[in-house]
């Protein structure tokens, strides 16, 4: 743990106090950045639920296409939650600004691949490029990382994290990737966590500062933001 500490401490700042990280939280979500791609980590649904729900509802309100890389569950959490806020969720799957696709089929394409880059643009990419075609920017959520973390597959989450931002490049396109905070504490854990760390330029967390890269805010939540790379 102290290594992951450590490394967020060196290359990111974390934002605490509730007023300031609230609100750096709802912008971030509301409004983010052309190719931004977003870790949410969280230990409690509630939050997850929350947060993707804030981040598709200002999408749609803003005439963004929408992809969802969800499994059914948690789609379910996630549509009822937007419904609470008003959103039209049958009239955008009807004139195609949402789609909603599961993750397992995906992710067997791919990894048959051999987790080529080329079969992510491919599998992955293919959805959003259908919203790029119809709509000015493109919001993702995406599971894959979490469906692989939580059967232990490791290198091939960071993979397809990795994916992700060379599809991005020069894309308006953001996307937030979701991954629970409980699957990472193991042995090996901190240098795991940089690397994975490293695949996004925005991290999201509900951790409450006892756990790696966030210090306590008062509204239970933290954000960071990495330098994006070259």
């Not at 992951?4 to 060196?10: I, L, R, V």
């Not at 020069?170 to 990472?184: E, F, I, P, Q, T």
């Not at 509900?206 to 756990?211: F, I, R, V």
Request: proline share 3%; net charge negative; glycine share 10%.
């Amino acid at each position: 743990m102290e290594n992951a500490n450590a490394f967020m401490g060196s290359s990111a700042f974390a934002v605490s106090g509730s007023a300031t990280g609230s609100r750096w939280q709802a912008a971030l979500l509301e409004r983010p950045g052309r190719s931004d791609h977003i870790a949410l980590v969280y230990k409690d649904d509630p939050f997850l639920v929350e947060s993707v729900s804030r981040f598709i509802d200002s999408g749609l309100r803003a005439g963004d296409g929408i992809v969802m890389l969800s499994t059914l569950p948690r789609w379910e959490e996630i549509r009822q939650q937007l419904s609470s806020r008003g959103a039209d969720l049958i009239s955008a799957v009807r004139r195609g600004q949402l789609i909603r696709t599961g993750v397992h089929n995906i992710l067997l394409n791919w990894m048959g691949s051999n987790c080529s880059q080329s079969e992510f643009n491919e599998a992955v990419g293919g959805l959003v490029d259908i919203q790029l075609g119809q709509y000015p920017a493109v919001r993702v959520f995406s599971e894959l990382a979490d469906v692989l973390l939580d059967k232990d597959n490791w290198l091939i989450a960071t993979n397809a994290q990795r994916g992700w931002n060379s599809y991005l490049r020069g894309k308006a396109v953001s996307v937030l990737s979701a991954w629970r905070l409980d699957g990472l504490y193991a042995e090996g854990y901190g240098s795991r966590l940089e690397r994975l760390y490293l695949t996004h330029q925005h991290i999201l967390t509900d951790d409450d500062g006892q756990g790696p890269g966030s210090r306590a805010s008062g509204d239970g939540a933290a954000a960071s933001s990495i330098p994006k790379g070259p």
